[in-house]
């Protein structure tokens, strides 16, 4: 059974940043494809931020980029730095993980928001 534990939201400033973290259970390291990070905004959908896949290429949403980092800290869990953060990133943060069977496991989600 695989479960996904996030950690790190929160509220902060305009130009501050947070730092987001995601920890996978269960025996599954050799099967991960790809762990990443989605949010959803009030009445929006929900859309890719980034992710890092096995061999650690990573992808970002064009609005991020230069600014969010992801990294992979051990075989099952994975960090989210968010620097220069605006009031649009504000959204429930969801870690993603993507299995090589095809398999998606979401976490429960974490609330950023950014005051402006």
């Known amino acids: 059974h695989v479960q996904l534990q996030e950690s790190g939201g929160g509220l902060v400033q305009a130009g501050g940043s947070l730092r987001l973290s995601c920890a996978a259970s269960?025996?599954?390291?050799?099967?991960?494809?790809?762990m990443g990070w989605y949010r959803q905004a009030p009445g929006k959908q929900r859309e890719l931020v980034a992710l890092?896949?096995?061999?650690?290429?990573t992808n970002y949403a064009d609005s991020v980029k230069g600014r969010f980092t992801i990294s992979r800290d051990n075989a099952k869990k994975v960090s989210l730095q968010m620097n220069s953060l605006k009031a649009e990133d504000t959204a429930v943060y969801y870690c993603?993980?993507?299995?090589?069977?095809?398999?998606?496991?979401w976490g429960q989600g974490t609330q950023v928001t950014v005051s402006s």
């Open positions: 269960g025996t599954i390291s050799s099967s991960i494809n790809a």
């Open positions: 890092i896949t096995r061999d650690r290429t």
């Open positions: 993603n993980l993507n299995r090589t069977t095809g398999t998606d496991y």
